[in-house]
Every structure is written in structure tokens, then in C-alpha cells.
């Protein structure tokens, strides 16, 4: 019965929705991480009397045909690119991203990754750095003698010296943007990478157009919504459930054949 590997794909599948719904609630509090949607695809038809056939000599035409379905798939899982709540930290090398862009960080294979993720701390040689201690790019280094550094909306990193008036620019914060934001790779620890489907990065000032801003001392929240993800796994595992009902149907029914004397 094709009932049985149907309602099979179609179990699968929405234990595969619930993989991602579940993601999505356990990086309710990670820094700028965005949630995923789930698609699904129908799969191939069986054509047990094809559209647009003749049924006759006379040529007349089939107007619907028969077409049984084989079940559904998981076709893609996307990254929902919308801006996360701010919240205030009070911490000289936290920056947010209002609006669109990427920090750059240098990874050690010497690559560069992706993040929104602005909570930056300073190395012991003081450079600017991740929580897993990767420069970002450009490199900036902040003198070990300052006694304050201001990061202002366009990227400049402002440091004032003891016994100076004027703060000196310490570098320039440049952010990466994409074609198509959706086809970054996620690496994990809140990094992605650059795909043939994103589009080759082009890097920016901060405040320029098709750039965000920076506000220091500020960090995105994850853009997870708590009601609708568990709305989202009700309706999952409903749709779970009633896939198993039918396979306890088909089931119900190849038994009654075999009963039949």
C-alpha cells in the first residue's frame, strides 16, 4: 500500500521540522542568531492516467487524468535575515549592527568568516577580537596606554591617550554584505561563509549605502520569537501524529485482507 512509505515521508519530515523549530528555541539567548523556517516539496506523481491523453479514436481529451502522490520532502531550510532586539551591555567592545552587514573575523586557516555577532574583547597584544580570540578584518589595535576608546556609528575606533586632548583613530570597522544573505554557510559559534549562492562579499563603511550602523556598547539579541516557535511545534507534531494515524489505518486494512477466508 502506498499509504504506508507515504505517511513514512511525511513523519520524517516533521521530525525534521521539529529538529529545527527545537534549534531555533535553544538559541533563543545567542548573540544575533536568526532563526530558521522550514520548506517542505511534494515528490514525484504516479500517473495512473496521464493529463492530456486521448481517451478515444475520436481523439477526445483526458481532462484531469489520475495522479497519485508519493509523499513529501524537506526542500530547504532558511535563515530568516531579520534585525534582532539591542540590548545595552555597557561594554567599551560590544557592537550591534543596525541594518544590514557582517563583521569580518580572520580565522586561523586564514580564511575570513561572517558574524553579526558583536561582542568583542581585546587580546593581550590589543587587538580586536572575538570571544574565541580571531582578529577581526581590518586588523585594529588599540594602545595599551588608552584610557578610553569611543566606536562611533561610521566604524572609527577613537582613542584618547593620558595627557591628550584630541583621540587619536585607531582603525577603521569595515562590514561585508552579500547579493544574497540566505546562501551563507553557518560554521557554528555564530560564524558563517562565503557559498556561490551568497555572491562574492563587498565590504563597506559603516553608515554607507546598503550598510547598517554601529552602536557601541550594544548587542542583537536572536530574532526568535518563543510563541511562535512552540505554535510552530504544536502544528508539527499534530502533523506528526496524524501521519502515524494513517500508517495505523493501512495497517488496520492489510489486516483485514488478511483475515478475509
Known amino acids: 500500500m502506498r499509504s504506508l512509505n507515504i505517511a513514512?515521508?511525511?513523519?520524517?519530515?516533521?521530525?525534521?521540522?521539529?529538529?529545527?523549530?527545537?534549534?531555533?528555541?535553544?538559541?533563543?539567548?545567542?548573540?544575533?542568531?536568526?532563526?530558521?523556517?522550514?520548506?517542505?516539496?511534494?515528490?514525484i506523481y504516479q500517473n495512473l492516467r496521464r493529463v492530456g491523453s486521448t481517451s478515444s479514436d475520436a481523439g477526445t481529451i483526458v481532462p484531469s487524468g489520475v495522479q497519485l502522490g508519493l509523499g513529501v520532502k524537506m526542500a530547504a531550510v532558511y535563515r530568516i535575515h531579520e534585525q534582532g532586539n539591542l540590548t545595552s551591555t555597557d561594554n567599551t567592545f560590544d557592537m550591534a549592527i543596525q541594518g544590514n552587514g557582517f563583521f569580518q573575523v580572520q580565522l586561523p586557516d586564514g580564511t575570513t568568516g561572517f558574524t553579526r555577532d558583536g561582542s568583542l574583547q581585546l587580546s593581550p597584544t590589543g587587538q580586536i577580537?572575538?570571544?574565541?580570540?580571531?582578529?577581526?578584518?581590518?586588523?585594529?589595535?588599540?594602545?595599551?596606554?588608552?584610557?578610553d576608546v569611543t566606536i562611533n556609528s561610521?566604524?572609527?575606533?577613537?582613542?584618547?591617550?593620558?595627557?591628550?586632548?584630541?583621540?587619536t583613530n585607531a582603525?577603521?570597522?569595515?562590514?561585508?554584505?552579500?547579493?544574497?544573505?540566505?546562501?551563507?554557510e553557518a560554521m557554528g559559534s555564530n560564524l558563517y561563509q562565503e557559498t556561490p549562492a551568497s555572491g562574492a562579499a563587498t565590504t563597506g563603511t559603516p553608515g554607507a549605502s546598503g550598510y547598517g550602523t554601529l552602536l557601541q556598547g550594544f548587542l542583537e539579541t536572536s530574532n526568535v520569537n518563543a510563541v511562535a516557535e512552540v505554535s510552530e511545534l504544536i502544528s508539527a507534531q499534530r502533523a506528526y501524529e496524524m501521519n502515524s494515524k494513517v500508517i495505523q489505518t493501512s495497517d488496520q486494512m492489510m489486516a483485514t485482507l488478511n483475515q478475509i477466508k
Open 129 to 147: 577580537v572575538t570571544h574565541d580570540g580571531n582578529p577581526i578584518v581590518p586588523n585594529i589595535t588599540v594602545d595599551s596606554n588608552a584610557i
Open 171 to 184: 582603525g577603521q570597522i569595515q562590514l561585508a554584505s552579500f547579493p544574497n544573505d540566505a546562501g551563507l
Open 8 to 43: 513514512a515521508t511525511g513523519m520524517q519530515a516533521q521530525q525534521q521540522n521539529v529538529e529545527v523549530i527545537s534549534n531555533n528555541i535553544a538559541n533563543m539567548n545567542t548573540t544575533a542568531y536568526m532563526r530558521r523556517r522550514t520548506e517542505f516539496h511534494d515528490l
Open 154 to 167: 561610521t566604524g572609527e575606533v577613537l582613542v584618547k591617550l593620558q595627557g591628550s586632548v584630541t583621540p
